[in-house]
């Protein structure tokens, strides 16, 4: 299947955006059923916002080796 250069619209910043024919390729190996719904950029700033996957820091609880008996969390 040959792909070509898609022009789509940030849902964020309403930039036009080009989704290229590698990109589209890229996605398709992947898997992936759906087109970008943000630009480069404001996808970019999502994940530095976001951090890690995970949402935030883990709490941590205090326990006790069962190998060494020191303390741990």
Known sequence: MEFQDK????????????????????????GFENEPTRCPDCRAARRRDRGSRSGGSRRMYPAICADCGAECE
């Not at 309403?14 to 989704?19: H, L, S």
């Open 7 to 30: 022009i789509l619209t940030c849902r964020d910043c309403g930039a036009q955006f080009v989704f290229s024919a590698g990109e589209q390729e890229f996605f398709r190996q992947r």
